[in-house]
């Protein structure tokens, strides 16, 4: 990488592959969580990451790049800790605070890496770019928000 297109260049590439490897998990956290609102949301939450894949294939696209070839190493650890995590014998209570745990994890490290990218789509001029990834990241925020308020107002109380 010689400048800050190549790095946005990699980033795009990075998030592809976090997106692709997230599209196979949320299943799983989904499957493992006990709240029937929780399931629902890590649903909607899947189809919301679809659409995040899409864009992305858009953005890439537009830039003329592929947006395979890189191999999101962040996720795959976040996602690899998960499913140790849903390997653990736990109180029923405990299971859905613990998903919530893990799913905020993975939540913060795309919020941080799109906001990163939504400041090199702008230093770089591409202002189409950058509100589709802000469209994202926002989205990020809302999930987020929605798990941190799940936790705190009911799961995290069964838990204890």
Same mark, same amino acid.
């Given at each position: 990488m010689?400048?800050?297109? #190549?790095?946005?260049?990699?980033?795009?590439? #990075?998030?592809?592959?976090?997106?692709t490897?997230?599209?196979?998990?949320?299943?799983?956290l989904q %499957?493992?969580?006990?709240?029937? *609102?929780?399931?629902? @949301?890590?649903?909607?939450?899947?189809?919301?990451?679809k659409?995040?894949?899409?864009?992305?294939?858009?953005?890439?696209?537009?830039?003329?790049i592929?947006? /395979?070839? +890189?191999?999101c %190493?962040?996720?795959?650890?976040?996602?690899?800790?998960? =499913? =140790?995590?849903?390997? +653990?014998k736990?109180?029923?209570?405990?299971?859905? @605070?613990?998903?919530? @745990?893990?799913?905020?994890?993975?939540?913060?490290?795309?919020?941080?890496?799109y906001? /990163?990218?939504?400041r090199?789509?702008?230093?770089?001029?591409?202002?189409?770019? @950058?509100? *589709?990834?802000?469209?994202?990241?926002? =989205? =990020?925020?809302? /999930?987020d928000?929605?798990?941190? +308020?799940?936790?705190?107002?009911r799961?995290?109380?069964?838990?204890?």
């Amino acid at each position: 990488m010689k400048n800050l297109k #190549d790095l946005f260049e990699h980033q795009i590439k #990075d998030l592809y592959s976090a997106e692709t490897q997230l599209i196979e998990a949320l299943p799983k956290l989904q %499957k493992r969580a006990k709240d029937d *609102k929780l399931k629902d @949301a890590f649903k909607n939450h899947l189809e919301e990451t679809k659409q995040h894949q899409k864009r992305l294939k858009e953005i890439a696209d537009e830039l003329g790049i592929e947006p /395979t070839g +890189e191999e999101c %190493k962040a996720m795959e650890g976040l996602i690899k800790e998960a =499913e =140790e995590f849903m390997k +653990e014998k736990l109180d029923t209570d405990v299971i859905d @605070a613990g998903v919530i @745990a893990e799913a905020q994890r993975v939540e913060h490290y795309e919020i941080s890496t799109y906001g /990163t990218a939504v400041r090199f789509a702008k230093e770089l001029g591409h202002d189409g770019i @950058a509100r *589709k990834l802000q469209e994202t990241l926002d =989205e =990020e925020y809302k /999930t987020d928000d929605l798990l941190t +308020e799940m936790a705190e107002s009911r799961l995290n109380k069964k838990a204890k």
